[in-house]
């Protein structure tokens, strides 16, 4: 091994990394040889464990855990086939460099390390600090993102970072920070089975969250199901009742319901006074939303929507859910506390089956919400507060100064950057914007425009990895450690038990890698291990409402069954297998544990919020027009989501298994009704182009009534999908409205 640049000092390979990083994977310690271990699955935020099959401390297979309080020994096939997806010719093994020809050369990490010091510094002393900027993402470990946020804008000096969370759940991170006081999703997947009505919104359970619909199956209430979506999706087709709503009419259709309950007074006016802010002003405002109104713009008929709100009074115990429907929307932030306003003003929040519940995408997408360092500071604060800079500064033993005092751009006005020239770096760690940003030919096109593009991916075939100008090769979920955090705020341990292939590193060695060659590795000397790391995070959420000082550890978190933030130290209550380690004095009264379900825990059981009053608040605003109406042109609204249980957003990594492969369909289609077909003289199979203003795409035509006339539905897997989608963001929370647009289509 090859010493790195002098800069950095004599740093071999072996004094930065842990020993066995290119060797075998380092046995759990909590497992012999031969044995089995236990750890959360790395696709989707339901965060089921898998218990994995060990020979040599190397994993062998794997089978779903079955006393784990998540999946209860269910898995879906992404979760079986989690291993399998490792072995790929796909895999980056070594660093890649684009040489003058413009071709990909595989070099040594010295090398790599040093170009990437190299140009990004270069571009740095030419354009300012923060010219350079990082692009992460939901699905690394806590400690790496954490990492990754200190190393870029304490240690690099970057002002500008953000996620692949903005696609997916900065709407619920606004929405419940503006309405709750803190970004909070206050339920535990007990609510699933514990609900009399259970509301979908936006939200494709069967197909992107199986297991949690599992709970939704074992449900002994016989629940009503009401599922609101454009399309009959698989849920929608379980559901007790389907609102077929006009795409992004949710708002309108939402404040309809609110009056009803309002007129009819099946409204909790002991919770809202106690509980609540500005119920009386909202009252007033959702008087217009009359019947006529929400009809008109939802398509519904009064029956429908009435029935829908007699469902909500009559459930003792009704639960709102939301996904992407709703998030991914140029009015997603009001959208979603349209829902959280029915939860309050009915009381339905803070019992068990209740709640106002943002449902997360990606494993380890709360975890990046909270500990990223992109939108807030390390712990969910806040980089334009004094006090808490010099309190990270303090646990981090750095200089308060170095905190940036201002937020990042967010994701689309950073790839703006881009384009006005005001950013000629750009670092993408474990996303690949290239396939599923939005509007994606002027996406490539603007990256293409980079002076400097690293990607850090475990595949070197990614649509962004083939316009880097370098790869990092990464390990991926089971040849590193870590943990991540679910949908229901329960953080689950991740382990090591493959090594990664030829010489990619850990997400956290690279970033310790990077640290020692930029020559700021002093400041992280104390982040030795994720272990070591989860510790400091640890100190960071002291005092918040997602204070996890009480958690004795990974191992711990294993014991118990992953653990629910929040987790503080107090006298008052207790965890089966964890004594003495209880939620805080301060922070008890929303977080007491229900005597039934040890391991479960919801938030807001007191009725006490985290805004400084204590009360949640009403929210709302006047529904926007869609940014781009259909026209004769363009007459078909175009909605995109989630395929099959199989296929994993750009399929980098679901792509690799030839069974996943087989349980989704070999050619894109879009999905047309009938009576579209009729008209356009297009069969089932038939070749047909759809079209937007910003692209073309070829695709199957599958002829069907799940969704409904004048509107079309493609997956996002395919990377031809975002040709089409444009350009349109929700005004507070910047996420992208992936799911309307207008289209033709035509056969071929
Ligand atoms: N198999 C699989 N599972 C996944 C993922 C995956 O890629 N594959 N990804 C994970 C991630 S990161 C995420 S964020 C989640 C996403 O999980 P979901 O949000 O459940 O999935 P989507 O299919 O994107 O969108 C849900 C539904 O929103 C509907 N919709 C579109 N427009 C509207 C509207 O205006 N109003 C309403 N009410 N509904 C609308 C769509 O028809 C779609 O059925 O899934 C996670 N799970
Ligand atoms: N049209 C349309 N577009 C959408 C959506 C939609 O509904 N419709 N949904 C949006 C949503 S909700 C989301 S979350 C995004 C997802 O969009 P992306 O984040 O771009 O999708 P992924 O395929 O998950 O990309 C993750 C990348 O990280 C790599 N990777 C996996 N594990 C590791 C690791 O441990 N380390 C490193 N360094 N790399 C790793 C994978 O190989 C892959 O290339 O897509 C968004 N795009
Ligand atoms: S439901 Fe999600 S967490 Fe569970 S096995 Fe499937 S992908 Fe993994
Ligand atoms: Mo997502």
Known sequence: MTLLHQRTGPLTRELLLEPGEFGLGKVPSSTKPDATTDMVCGYCSTG????????????????????????????????????????????????LLRDESGRMRPVEWDVAMTTFVDRFRAIQTEHGPHSVAFLSTGQIPTEEMAFLGALAKFGMGMLHGDGNTRQCMATSVVAYKQAFGFDAP???????????????????????????????????????????????????????QHLSLAPKSDQTLLYGIARILIENEWIDHEYIAAHT??????????????????????????????????????????????????????????????????????GNIGRPGTGANSITGQCNAMGSRLFSNTTNLLGGHDFTNAEHRDKIADILNIDARLIPTQNSLPYHQIIEGILREKIKGLWVICTNPA??????????????????????????TTETARMADLVLPAAGWGEKEGTFI??????????????????????????????????????????????????????????????????????????????QWPFAKCESVRVRGCEGQVASPSLSHSHTLAPSHPTERRLFEDGHFCHSDGRARFLYEDPRPLPERTTDRY???????????SQWHTETRTRQSAILRKLAA??????LNPQDAVKLGIRPNDHVTIASQRGRIRVKAILTQAVKPGQVFLAMHDELTNQLTHSAFDPYSHQPAYKACAVNISRD
Request: proline share 5%.
């Open 48 to 95: 089921c464990s898998l218990r994995v099959h060990l020979k040599d401390g190397e994993a062998t297979n794997l089978t779903p855990a079955t006393e784990y309080p998540v999946n209860l020994g269910m898995a879906c096939p992404k979760g079986w086939e989690a291993l399998t997806v490792l072995d790929s010719p796909e895999r980056a093994t070594t660093p």
């Open 186 to 240: 206050p339920y535990t997947y007990a609510d699933f089975e514990e609900s009399d009505v259970i509301v979908l919104i936006g939200s494709n359970l069967c197909i992107a969250h199986p297991i949690m619909w599992e709970r939704v199956m074992r449900n002994p209430h016989s629940p009503e199901i009401i599922v609101v979506d454009p399309r009959m999706t698989e849920t929608a087709m379980n559901a007790t």
């Open 277 to 346: 802010n500005d119920f009386d002003a909202f009252a007033t405002y959702v008087q217009q939303f009359t019947d006529k109104r929400v009809t008109n713009k939802t398509g519904l008929s009064a029956d429908q929507i009435h029935q829908f709100a007699k469902t909500i009074h009559e459930g003792k115990r009704v639960s709102f859910w939301w996904t992407m429907g709703v998030n991914q929307s140029h009015q997603g932030v009001r959208t979603a506390q349209a829902i959280i306003n029915l939860a309050l003003m009915t």
């Open 435 to 460: 396939h599923s940003w939005i509007n994606q030919s002027q996406c490539r096109d603007i990256l293409d425009r980079l002076d400097f593009l690293v990607v850090q991916d475990m595949y070197h």
């Open 486 to 563: 679910n949908s229901e705020r329960r953080i689950g341990v991740l382990k090591k038990v493959r090594k990664a292939p030829g010489q990619a590193l850990s997400d956290f060695n690279i970033f310790k890698l990077v640290a020692h060659s930029w020559g700021c590795a002093e400041m992280f000397e104390d982040w030795t291990s994720p272990e070591a790391v989860f510790e400091i995070l640890k100190r960071c959420s002291a005092g918040q409402p997602c204070d996890i000082t009480g958690i004795d550890g990974y191992r711990q978190v294993e014991e118990v069954g992953g653990i």
């Open 635 to 645: 007459p078909f609204v175009l909605l995109t989501g989630r395929g099959t249980a």
């Open 666 to 671: 070999a050619m894109p289609f879009v999905e």
